[in-house]
Each structure stands twice: as structure tokens, then as C-alpha cells.
């Protein structure tokens, strides 16, 4: 059984529409409850900056502070963590700054936001999601790189990187009297970065696909098949230095095609995600709505499970609206999932009643205009 991650305090200062907030919280799951827009998910999100990047939003910085507040905004959380307990405080303090994130553990700076990863893992599921299947490849990638973060807490900066050397080559191409020397730097670079982040994402898909197939019987989902497509196919089989000199040369090669593209044309940065409905053998695009949220909360508690086995640690799941497209059934299947996973869990819904299945194994809070109702 993996150890417990669990939040036991959550503070707010001026985030979103919470001027100010100070929660306890008892270690079980949480549900929040509450009419539309008033203020569940932005909560879901004050945890979310418990992780790298900018949270489940994708928000910038600067939007995130309460309207009228003149300085930034701070999440401040104690939690028993992977590394025992920890106070955790992450947050923009306006002006200037205002476009960039501080961490403190336990009062003292942090290098990175990345040394979060030293103490939970956050995965989460919302209502943007819905369109993971018939969306962009690019929205399929950047889901993809959020669940190999969770095993794998250097693929961030590997992407980072990858994209700050693909910027450099493309800006020296449209300059087309690029120095040879500097080029091949770059392109160089790029190899061994973009074949380290395929070769996360297949580690990924392989792993999660296996543990999808092990519990295909378990449960009310349906499950997915996944495979990566679009970034040298059917080469995956060599080692690694064998890849890289293949993808090398293809830079190499394609120079004065993406020169007159405007853009680099191969890499990991055009892969796309191919999912299937496996009972079905239907691509997930053409599965009905239902049964695309069907297998996207699988898939997310597949992800789950294999986090809490890899990490020894069940990651701090949010689940923002989780109930409203599910029956009864369902419901109750899928909170059984999720306390089996024995991390915490954070959900919403507008209907209390739609958790009664929970019973004592959740607090449930109601939320207000920017607070917690009694």
C-alpha cells in the first residue's frame, strides 16, 4: 500500500476570489460543493500550484491575484509529504515580479518550483479535459508531458530546454547565412534532448498501457489502447545514440526546408498521442461524449495507480466536476477507485448528493462567494 499524501491546511491570500482563507482539513478526501462560480475550482487550482507550472489553468501569473488586490497571491499549505511533514509556500508578490513564482519549504527559499516534486505529486482531472480526443495534437502532447512529469521530474526542463535550442536554430535559419558551427550546436543539443523526452513519453505510454491492459476486467471504465505517432515511427527499437544520429541527420538534412518553413518540421514537438477505445477497437475521437469521459477517468486513475507504485507515495488527485456526467453506478465505482488508491482526494460538484457515496470517508465543505460556509 503506498504511504499517504495528505494536505491538513490550506492558507489563501488574494488568490482569485479569495481575499483570504484559512482551511483545516482532516486528512480524508474533500468534496466542495457549491452553486457555479463560486469560487470550487479556483481552490482545485490553489492546490494545483502545489506542482510545477502554472497549474491547472494554465493561467499566467498575472492573472491569477484577486481583482483589486495591489500586490500578487499566495498559496501557503502543511502537508504530510513524500519526505515527511512540510510547510509549503508558493505565490507572486505583484510589480515586476509579478510574471514569475517563489516556493519557500518550511520558511526557506527554494531553488526551483521543481523541488515540489520532492514532496507530492499533484494529477487532476477538469471539464477543459473534455476535449482532450477531438482537440490538437498539441493539447494530447502537453496532457502526455504532465503525466511523464509525474514519474519523471526532469522531463520539464528537458522540454524547456529542447524548445530554447529549437527557438535558436529556428531563428538562426531566417537569418540564412547561419553560422555552420553554431548551427550544428544547436542542432546537436536538440537530438539529445528531444530523443531523451521521446523515450520519457514511450517509457510512459509503455508503462500506463500495461497497467491499463492488467486491469482492463476491474471496474466500470473502458479502457485505452495508446500509442505515439509522428516522431520517427517504427525506430524505437535501436538504442539511444543510434536514434539521436538519426535524428541529427534529419536536422541537418531538413535545413533549407524549415528555413523556407519558417519552422522546424521533425521532433518530438510533432508527435501526437493516438488513443483507441479498446473494447470497442474505435479511435477515441469517434467514441460518443460519454465514452470519452469514461476513458479519460480511467486513463487518469491508471496514471494515478501507477504514480503511487513507482513513487511508493499516492499522488493528491483533483477531480473538478467529476460526477455530473456519470451515473449512479459509476459514481460509486469511482470513488471506490479512488479511496483505493489511499491518497487524497479533492472533488466538486454543485449536488452534495452526488458524493453521498463517499459516506465518512470524505469532509465535505460548502462554498460561498469566496469562502466556506459553515
Not at 519557500?104 to 482531472?125: I, M, Q
Not at 522540454?159 to 544547436?186: C, I, Q, Y
Amino acid at each position: 500500500m503506498p504511504h499517504k499524501v495528505s494536505l491538513s491546511r490550506l492558507k489563501l491570500t488574494d488568490f482569485r476570489n479569495y481575499a483570504g482563507l484559512s482551511l483545516p482539513l482532516d486528512g480524508r478526501h474533500v468534496v466542495l460543493t457549491g452553486q457555479n462560480g463560486a469560487g470550487k475550482t479556483n481552490l482545485m487550482e490553489a492546490v494545483s500550484f502545489l506542482s510545477p507550472g502554472r497549474g491547472l489553468r494554465r493561467a499566467a501569473y498575472g492573472d491569477v491575484p484577486r481583482a483589486g488586490s495591489e500586490g500578487g497571491f499566495s498559496v501557503f499549505a502543511t502537508l504530510e509529504g513524500m519526505s515527511g511533514e512540510v510547510d509549503i509556500g508558493t505565490g507572486t508578490e505583484g510589480g515586476e515580479d509579478g510574471q514569475s513564482r517563489k516556493l519557500r519549504l518550511n520558511g526557506t527559499p527554494a531553488r526551483t518550483v521543481d523541488e515540489l516534486l520532492d514532496h507530492l505529486r499533484v494529477v487532476w482531472l477538469t471539464p477543459a479535459m473534455d476535449g482532450l480526443f477531438t482537440g490538437p495534437s498539441a493539447d494530447r502532447r502537453r496532457f502526455l508531458d504532465r503525466l511523464v512529469l509525474s514519474l519523471d521530474p526532469e522531463h520539464g526542463r528537458r522540454a524547456a530546454d529542447f524548445e530554447k535550442a529549437m527557438r535558436g536554430r529556428n531563428r538562426l535559419l531566417s537569418e540564412h547565412r547561419a553560422d555552420p558551427v553554431w548551427l550544428t550546436a544547436l542542432e546537436k543539443q536538440m537530438a539529445e534532448l528531444g530523443i531523451a523526452m521521446a523515450h520519457a513519453r514511450h517509457e510512459l505510454v509503455g508503462l500506463l498501457s500495461g497497467l491499463v491492459e492488467a486491469a482492463r476486467d476491474d471496474g466500470p471504465f473502458p479502457s485505452a489502447t495508446m500509442r505515439l505517432s509522428g516522431f520517427l515511427d517504427g525506430e524505437w527499437h535501436r538504442p539511444a545514440y543510434e536514434i539521436e544520429d538519426i535524428y541529427l541527420g534529419m536536422l541537418r538534412d531538413g535545413r533549407y526546408r524549415d528555413a523556407a518553413a519558417g519552422r522546424t518540421l521533425d521532433g518530438p514537438h510533432r508527435a501526437d498521442l493516438l488513443i483507441r477505445h479498446r473494447e470497442k477497437d474505435m479511435e477515441a475521437e469517434r467514441c460518443s461524449t460519454g465514452e470519452q469521459k469514461a476513458l479519460l477517468v480511467g486513463l487518469i486513475l491508471a496514471h494515478a495507480g501507477l504514480v503511487a507504485g513507482m513513487t511508493g507515495h499516492a499522488p493528491v488527485l483533483l477531480l473538478d466536476e467529476i460526477a455530473a456526467h456519470l451515473d449512479e453506478g459509476r459514481r460509486a465505482a469511482l470513488f471506490d477507485r479512488v479511496d483505493s488508491l489511499g491518497g487524497q482526494a479533492f472533488m466538486t460538484g454543485t449536488d452534495r448528493a452526488m458524493f453521498d457515496a463517499l459516506g465518512e470517508r470524505a469532509q465535505f465543505l460548502t462554498v460561498s462567494n469566496g469562502g466556506i460556509l459553515p
